[in-house]
């Protein structure tokens, strides 16, 4: 068994509303920074697990986020397993 750093990235799937982003993208536009052309906000949850192989952390990553971390319908998830 290893211990594995897991990152697991969030975000609003495409055609998805984004409340929160446009509310930013707004808000950075009111501040002048005129080349925002689009905003989402997501969520990052770093995990610490014991596994076999990085396969198996991404495995068992991949099981939260179908179970509990991300929501299918309108969530996107990416995972990225280090050392």
Same mark, same amino acid.
């Given at each position: 068994?290893?211990?594995?750093? *897991?990152? *697991?990235?969030?975000?609003?799937?495409?055609?998805?509303?984004?409340?929160?982003?446009?509310? *930013?993208?707004? !808000?950075?536009?009111?501040?002048?920074?005129?080349?925002?052309?689009?905003?989402?906000?997501?969520?990052?949850?770093?995990?610490?697990?014991?596994?076999? /192989?990085?396969? !198996?952390?991404?495995?068992?990553?991949?099981?939260?986020?179908?179970?509990?971390? !991300?929501?299918?319908? /309108?969530?996107?998830?990416?995972?990225?397993?280090? !050392?």
């Amino acid at each position: 068994m290893s211990d594995f750093d *897991v990152e *697991v990235r969030i975000t609003p799937r495409e055609g998805i509303l984004d409340p929160q982003g446009n509310a *930013v993208a707004h !808000a950075l536009r009111s501040l002048e920074f005129a080349g925002v052309a689009g905003v989402r906000i997501g969520r990052l949850i770093r995990l610490h697990l014991t596994a076999d /192989t990085a396969d !198996a952390a991404r495995a068992e990553a991949d099981r939260m986020c179908r179970k509990l971390l !991300a929501n299918p319908v /309108t969530e996107d998830y990416d995972i990225r397993v280090g !050392a």
